[in-house]
């Protein structure tokens, strides 16, 4: 089986039903491996649980039975004591001390990275100093596999280190304040007039980080260009060889070959991630587009604010400025003139067009080219004037129109008797037919169909019987392609019932 569909047993401490005295034995053997004391005996297990007010009726029964189950989850390791045995007694019990397994140490450092995060939202940040980073280690990392890689394997091991863990702090920070950004918390947050304070801070985050990101990312495609997978091949040699120099008592199950194809994969990805495929957009692409419409987004935003703020402001100082320029006009005249200026045309006819003659939005009215309109009188009696126009006869033309038809017939007709033999055109001899004798040979078909008799009559005066052999397919060739349909026989029959 998979190992990604096995059941995770060792996580099972963390929904059982008495969860919190586990996980706080299982806290205190993390806290104990971070200070690297990894045995741990249950008399100092007890006295640590009995020291929170939660636990202060601990019995050590209870103890021994929770450390024997956490053993049998895979969480602890049991392991004999018998130094400190004085009597045959405490011998006979067989006192232990235990040691939490790598899975477990994992699963709790996973926890305490989780308590840590203070909301439900993603943080993370755009750095630029980690993409200067990853430059800086590519930078490198080339430099030595342009040399004769004469360093210790542990050096080239460092540097690859280096590399992909400025790499994966690039990938979790931005993927996480982009996530942030998109949530919908945030986005509630920026439609408030409170966002308006720490506008200008956000859009001049983000445009420092493009900035940085544009100069510094043009140097590390190149660097990743030049370092191809099959450049990097002695490196990678390097690597297992260092690998392999680590002393190890179980059984080592991954090859030399397994490695080096691990190692491909993973600066496949990171090529991948900033230069993209023939199929795929690269993520660095995908990020300055995010970055860009989160800018865009926010000055949306801004401007609807203003809009709203704009909208419900009260213009009485505004309304009782105008009136002060209205009471020093000393004409009437000068009034109108000024309320022109203020207020436009009172009686003017406003127009609205169907469409719109320009999509530049900065483009003047006088720029364009005038649009006529003509204006009927709203009325039902209303009727446009027409001239009296003299009766023109159109025989000439019916007549061409006709001979041109009846030529086109006659051709069409000349053009089906090349396909007949006796009378007779059968599909299966035919080789290569022209689109347009498929057309009419399927036409026949489809009409015969709705004949009880199987006979078809044509635009040419003649009657044809349709038979389908739907035992035997051919392919019928044309220039626009090969049609696979069943055979089928046409045979002509004149409207006085001899065959042609």
Known sequence: MDVTMKKVVEASYLTADSAAQYRTILRYFYHQHERMRDFIAPDEILEYMRSFPVFSDYEEDQLHQQLAQLVKWNNLIARQDMTNAKTVEEYKKKRFRYQSTPYTIEIERMLVVLEKKVSDTFQGSLERSQFDRLLQALTTLQKETEADLEKHAEEYMRMW?????????????????????????????????????????????????????????????????????????????????????????????????????????????????????????????????????????????????????????????????????????????EAHKLSSVVFGAMTIQHLQLEEGTTDNLHSDT??????????????????????????????????????????????????????????????????????????????????????????????????????LDKENSILLESDDGTLKMPDARFEFVEQGGGKG
Request: hydrophobic letters at 30%; charged letters at 30%.
């Open 161 to 333: 280190e280096d590399v992909f863990r400025y790499f994966q702090t690039i990938r979790t920070s931005t993927a996480d304040y982009i996530a942030y950004i998109n949530s919908e918390q945030t986005d509630q947050r920026m439609q408030t007039e409170a966002f308006l304070v720490y506008k200008n801070q956000f859009t001049t985050y983000l445009r420092e980080f493009i900035v940085s990101l544009q100069k510094t990312s043009l140097q590390i495609g190149e660097r990743l260009r030049e370092l191809t997978p099959e450049k990097l091949s002695p490196f990678f040699q390097k690597l297992i060889q260092h690998r392999q120099s680590i002393p190890r008592l179980e059984d080592v199950s991954s090859s030399a070959e397994e490695w080096e194809t691990e190692y491909r994969e993973y600066w496949d990805s990171l090529r991948q991630w900033f230069l993209g495929s023939n199929t795929q957009q690269s993520e660095l692409e995908v990020l300055q587009w995010q970055t860009n419409e989160m800018i865009r987004r926010m000055t949306r935003y801004v401007q609807r604010i203003g809009e709203r703020q704009q909208h419900f402001r009260s213009r009485k100082n505004d309304y009782l400025h105008l009136a002060k320029w209205f009471a020093h006009c000393s004409s009437m005249d």
């Open 366 to 467: 006088w720029e364009e080219d005038p649009t006529v309109i003509t204006l009927k009188p709203r009325t039902n009696r209303y009727r446009e004037k027409t001239k009296p126009g003299s009766m023109t006869s159109n025989q000439e033309k019916k007549m061409r129109q006709r001979e041109q038809y009846l030529e086109d017939r006659r051709q069409e007709r000349a053009l089906i008797d090349q396909y007949m033999t006796e009378g007779v055109i059968q599909l299966s001899r035919l080789t290569k037919v022209e689109p347009f004798i498929r057309k009419v040979l399927l036409g026949w078909i489809g009409k015969s169909m709705a004949s009880r008799d199987r006979k078809v009559k044509t635009d040419y005066g003649l009657v044809v019987k349709v038979t």
